[in-house]
């Protein structure tokens, strides 16, 4: 179970109850196709916490996008979900390890000036007492 405490980031319009995760089944994981960079310090967190070696992980985890480094996705369907979902679990497999780009979500630069987009994609994320579409 994640911290039920509702965090919020100077700033943004709204606020985020991080234990909408529990239940979520992953909203942010999947959907469309999208980046989700890594850094070398992220890749070696990841590989340590599969068990594998940094060079295993980017070959089998990892795509090249210009001269960063991007999680590779899985498509099913319409759905592109992040190789690293645990589908069963419904949730992130290296939790603990994942990258920035997911700790910071839904406090993304983006989302500040299009809160209502936000809370439509994350049920966590609460407006004007208005959580997401599944909380
Ligand atoms: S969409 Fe929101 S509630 Fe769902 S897993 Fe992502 S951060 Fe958690
Ligand atoms: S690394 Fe984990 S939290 Fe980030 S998109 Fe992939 S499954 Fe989701």
């Not at 109850?17 to 990841?46: F, K, Q, Y």
Request: hydrophobic content about 30%.
């Amino acid at each position: 179970m994640k911290k039920s405490t509702l965090l919020t980031q100077p700033g943004y319009p709204f606020a985020f109850d991080p234990s909408a995760c529990d239940t979520c089944g992953g909203h942010c994981c999947n959907g469309e196709s999208g980046n989700i960079w890594v850094t070398r310090r992220e890749m070696e967190a990841l590989a340590e916490a599969l068990g594998m070696d940094v060079p295993s992980f980017a070959e089998e985890s990892l795509k090249k996008v210009g001269y960063r480094y991007s999680i590779r996705e899985r498509c099913e369907g319409q759905n592109y979900a992040c190789l690293l979902f645990d589908g069963k679990k419904g949730g992130c497999s290296v939790y603990d390890a994942r990258p920035a780009q997911c700790r910071s979500f839904p406090f993304w630069d983006y989302f500040r000036e299009r809160p209502d987009e936000a809370v439509a994609e994350c049920p966590g994320v609460i407006l004007d007492g208005r959580p997401g579409p599944s909380a």
